[in-house]
């Protein structure tokens, strides 16, 4: 499936609003609440829509502090990165966790109440994995959302 204009029309407003109801977004683009309904349904059906979220304020439920870790594996090889990757998931505070190349092997998005707490998941979770070498900590002073490529 190619997206037409009409499609990345309803990708923008459903990434600017997901809980907009089909009725509103048709009448912001000139289609009846079916029409609508029947282009969302195409775009989730080829998995062009994969999914909607939750975004919570992380401030607003106890988590002050959000600090971005570049980790360097001490030893390669599949085995360690699929070791990594499945122990660093069941850490609650790691929002994301993304393999990447550069400097680094992954690069963690990390919540936390206050910079103690950060520095006990640090310390007592995220170090003491095996295979964890270098570590490059940077706290998230403020954030701008902007609106995908679409």
């Known amino acids: 499936m190619t997206p037409d204009d009409l499609d990345f029309a309803i990708l923008r407003a459903l990434s600017a609003n997901?809980?907009?109801s089909t009725k509103q977004l048709g009448q912001k683009l000139g289609l009846s609440q079916p029409?609508?309904?029947r282009r969302i349904k195409r775009l989730q059906d080829a998995g062009v829509i994969a999914g909607r979220r939750?975004?919570?304020d992380a401030e607003k439920v106890g988590f002050g502090?959000?600090?971005?870790?570049?980790?360097?594996?001490a030893t390669k090889g599949r085995v360690s990165l699929e070791d990594f990757e499945r122990a660093i998931g069941a850490i609650p505070e790691v929002q994301t966790v993304d393999h990447v190349l550069g400097l680094y092997d992954y690069r963690l998005r990390v919540v936390a109440r206050d910079l103690a707490?950060?520095?006990r998941v640090l310390r007592r979770r995220i170090m003491t994995m095996p295979g964890v070498g270098d570590v490059e900590a940077n706290v998230l002073l403020s954030e701008e959302r902007r609106p995908g490529p679409i």
Request: glycine share 4%; hydrophobic share 55%.
């Open 18 to 20: 997901a809980d907009q």
């Open 35 to 37: 029409a609508t309904w």
């Open 54 to 56: 939750l975004e919570l």
């Open 65 to 73: 502090v959000t600090v971005f870790l570049g980790v360097k594996l």
């Open 117 to 119: 707490d950060f520095e």
